[in-house]
T-cell receptor
Framework: KQEVTQIPAALSVPEGENLVLNCSFT??????LQWFRQDPGKGLTSLLL?????REQTSGRLNASLDKSSGRSTLYIAASQPGDSATYLC??????????FGPGTRLSVLP | KAGVTQTPRYLIKTRGQQVTLSCSPI?????VSWYQQTPGQGLQFLFE???????NKGNFPGRFSGRQFSNSRSEMNVSTLELGDSALYLC?????????????FGAGSRLTVL
């Protein structure tokens, strides 16, 4: 059974800092991995999708990497802004199964 | 391009009642999946529908059911509501539900059971 964990559970940084969020999964036979952000009381917004054959994806100030063999993914946020404050979730999809989500990292970027 | 639409956004029910939630996917998306989100359990998968067929089901009691119509719109139903069913119910749509398809989520339906 796939299990997904995220470290840290919460993070508070001053504006302008670069930061890394971590995601670990137990079953490396994944189809793809997605990173989402969720604002309080809202739905999830997809940030990046990394297919199993890829090592990283970039979108603006965001860069996500994937190391299937070690069961890890990182989300790098450059030059953080107060608008980046949200909960960040990673989700993995195994073949023939649906997405399993991590518990999320709650990020606060202080002005 | 319209996003995923969930209705109602908020609702309050009492124990023992039943509730039906609706999800309209992005045009052209044939897969709709449902998730329950609570502070204690996080996001948990309920079920996924593709072309009117339930393709996957999570570990929830039979009180939770769903269906998908020919236009890909989906509904989920919870019968005999319990206090623990209070949660944010999210639906997500994708083109085919597997592979390199990005999940697009709706804003959710927040259910409070009193």
């Amino acid at each position: 059974k796939q299990e997904v964990t995220q470290i840290p559970a919460a993070l508070s940084v001053p504006e302008g800092e670069n930061l890394v969020l971590n995601c670990s999964f137990t079953d490396s036979a994944i189809y793809n991995l997605q990173w989402f952000r969720q604002d309080p009381g809202k739905g999830l917004t997809s940030l990046l999708l990394i297919q199993s054959s890829q090592r990283e994806q970039t979108s603006g100030r965001l860069n996500a990497s994937l190391d299937k063999s070690s069961g890890r993914s990182t989300l790098y946020i450059a030059a953080s802004q107060p608008g980046d404050s949200a909960t960040y979730l990673c989700a993995v999809e195994n073949y023939g199964q649906n997405f399993v989500f991590g518990p999320g990292t709650r990020l606060s970027v202080l002005p | 391009k319209a996003g995923v639409t969930q209705t109602p956004r908020y609702l309050i029910k009492t124990r023992g009642q039943q509730v039906t939630l609706s999800c309209s996917p992005i045009s052209g998306h044939r897969s709709v999946s449902w998730y329950q989100q609570t502070p204690g359990q996080g996001l948990q998968f309920l079920f996924e529908y593709f072309s009117e067929t339930q393709r996957n089901k999570g570990n929830f009691p039979g009180r939770f059911s769903g269906r998908q119509f020919s236009n890909s719109r989906s509904e989920m139903n919870v019968s005999t509501l319990e206090l623990g069913d209070s949660a944010l119910y999210l639906c997500a749509s994708s083109l085919s539900g597997t592979g390199a398809n990005v999940l697009t989520f709706g804003a959710g339906s927040r259910l409070t059971v009193l």
